[in-house]
């Protein structure tokens, strides 16, 4: 009699969950081609760059393990990392989710961990000059930002390579920043005229534009703060 009813129950309680699951299954984010497993555990959709690995678990994520490096190695290891800046780290780094993340859709797969940089385990070596003289703002932790950012350095070298004293990973907009007074005349300080400037162009063109015959590091005479292509007594001009 006891044995009947665990068959009974346990019969309800399979009915049941095929009742749940089935609904549960069809509204998962795995494509329809994928096995039951698969539309029961997929996280989300793919992004367009792996769109095509849909339904293919096996391709990208190993038992028990989840994703590999030498997975990703698999296919991405022609890629030419070396050739660029921002990129070169990527050819000791001995794992790769900590900043490549999948099943976000058209958000991509890239959500920079500048934390992950620091952490040994994540390097086959010393993390390219990494390591800095100062402190990122945030964490107290220590990187060399201009060993990846300096060929896009905004301020063009005038302030150095220690970004971590003024900005943070988090990002680089400083919130407790104010530009000067619109009447301040000190701005070659910070800013640096274009190449043009240097050249007869700044004569031939831009003192005529502004009507003003003013040097080239007499910015304040042609220029206001609010944009660079806003000129004074003239409006918005971009001859450049």
């Known amino acids: 009699m006891r044995f009947a009813r665990l068959l009974f129950w346990l019969f309800v309680l399979a009915t049941v969950a095929l009742l749940v699951g089935a609904p549960l299954a069809l509204r998962t984010n795995a494509p329809s081609e994928a096995g039951i497993v698969e539309r029961f555990v997929a996280p989300g959709p793919l992004s367009s760059a792996h769109r095509s690995l849909a339904g293919q678990c096996a391709s990208c994520h190993t038992p028990l393990k989840g994703v590999e490096a030498k997975t990703c190695l ?9 050739d660029k800046q921002s990129t070169m780290f990527h050819s000791q780094a001995t794992q790769c989710s900590s900043c490549h993340v999948e099943h976000q859709g058209n958000q991509g ?7 992950a940089l620091l952490d040994p385990k994540n390097w086959s070596g010393p993390a390219l000059q990494m390591q800095s003289r100062k402190p990122l703002a945030t964490s107290g932790a220590t990187l060399d930002c201009a060993s990846c950012h300096s060929i896009r350095d905004k301020h063009l070298g005038l302030f150095g390579a220690d970004c971590a004293t003024c900005h943070s990973t988090d990002s680089w907009t400083i919130a407790s920043y104010r530009h000067p007074s619109t009447n301040s005349t000190q701005c070659v300080e910070c800013h640096k005229a274009p190449p043009s400037h240097y050249m007869e162009h700044f004569s031939m063109v831009s003192q ?3 009507r003003e015959k003013a040097r080239v590091d007499q910015c304040y005479s042609c220029h206001t703060t609010d944009s ?6 003239r409006g918005w001009y971009d001859h450049h």
Do not use: K, L, P, W
């Open 228 to 233: 660079f292509n806003n000129i004074r007594r």
């Open 74 to 82: 698999s296919c991405h290891a022609g890629t030419e990392f070396g």
């Open 208 to 210: 005529r534009a502004a």
């Open 109 to 115: 797969i890239v959500q920079m961990s500048h934390a």
